[in-house]
């Protein structure tokens, strides 16, 4: 005859049950942590769009300001490794205008940082992490105060952030489209060649600087309202800059992965029966294409003074001479 269990032997044995499923879901967590479904590595994007609420730090004017903008990209990169628990857990893309934020392109790097990152951002210990660097770094007397948005593709994660799976969900699906602008090498080494104790002393802002409205830039004393290019910037500029359309085309590749050396090359070759015109105006069409809202006429104005082409900007800006 079969001897049933008794009741507390049943118990003890479901509580063991539950336990072991416990522990094998913690350690499928990990691995997931680690791992994707194919066995590469986690990796996931985002973008971080910040805008500060002092009326004394308008990131978006820093940030065009060469003197501003290493302060603003480090007070960004102290706020991230706070947020992410470290150094090794993301990387930063890119740092566009996203008017009237600042936008911050962030790759993850394994599911722990992520998820790390998303607690500090819906705890409000990111926001905070912010201020004080801030506050700091810009020698402002008030709070330095940030208003966040978190996207990931055309998710905005602000939405769900009491849904921890469905946010690093989106940001997993969200891979990163480009590699990190060389603009952000340059900051990540200075910010590196800093911290060794052996960086050039940084030039403070002076007011003039600091108060050029976040939808304006400077070109020869004047304040310019910035705006995306149009057709008629580019067939303008198409029109005027002759042969030196490779030396502008340079320029733009210092920030834009999609007009680096070999694609400049590309299409001197590809449109080389066209003509010069077809040349220039197929490097700002790729241009306009690979940077989208970020394809701002303070962008070009500023690669065609590298370039020494000021009266081609002149011409663009209807500036006489």
């Not at 042969?243 to 694609?263: I, S, Y």
């Amino acid at each position: 005859m079969v001897q049933s269990a008794s009741p507390c032997t049943f118990v003890a044995a479901l509580e063991q049950t539950l336990l072991e499923g416990g522990r094998m879901r913690r350690a499928e967590w990990k691995k997931m942590a680690d791992t994707t479904v194919d066995g590469g590595a986690w990796t996931g994007c985002g973008v971080l769009f910040l805008q500060s609420l002092c009326p004394d730090v308008d990131l978006l004017s820093l940030y065009k300001n060469q003197n501003g903008k290493f302060i603003v990209f480090k007070v960004i990169k102290l706020t991230l490794t706070d947020s992410a628990g470290g150094l090794g857990g993301y990387e930063i893309l890119k740092v566009h205008d996203a008017e009237p934020f600042l936008g911050v392109e962030v790759k993850f790097v394994n599911m722990a940082a992520c998820k790390q990152f998303l607690d500090s951002y819906s705890s409000g210990a990111l926001h905070q992490s912010f201020s004080q660097h801030a506050g700091r770094l810009f020698a402002v007397a008030q709070e330095c105060s940030v208003e966040t948005q978190l996207k990931a593709s055309t998710n905005i994660l602000d939405h769900c952030l009491d849904k921890l799976e469905v946010c690093l969900q989106h940001i997993h699906q969200s891979q990163p489209e480009r590699l990190r602008d060389e603009e952000i090498d340059q900051l990540e080494q200075q910010l590196q060649t800093q911290a060794l104790g052996s960086a050039p002393q940084q030039t403070p802002l002076t007011q003039e600087e600091s108060s050029v409205p976040s939808n304006c830039f400077k070109f020869q004393n004047k304040i310019i309202e910035d705006r995306m290019l149009t057709a008629v910037d580019i067939q303008s500029f198409s029109n005027g800059v002759g042969r030196q359309w490779r030396h502008v085309g340079r320029a733009l590749g210092k920030t834009c992965r999609a007009l680096k050396a070999p694609a400049i090359d590309n299409l001197a070759y590809e449109y080389e029966r066209e003509g010069l015109y077809e040349q220039a105006y197929q490097l700002l069409t790729r241009f306009v294409q690979a940077e989208g809202r970020a394809a701002k006429l303070s962008r070009l104005v500023r690669a065609l003074e590298d370039c020494k082409l000021t009266s081609l900007a002149e011409n663009l800006l209807e500036i006489q001479p």
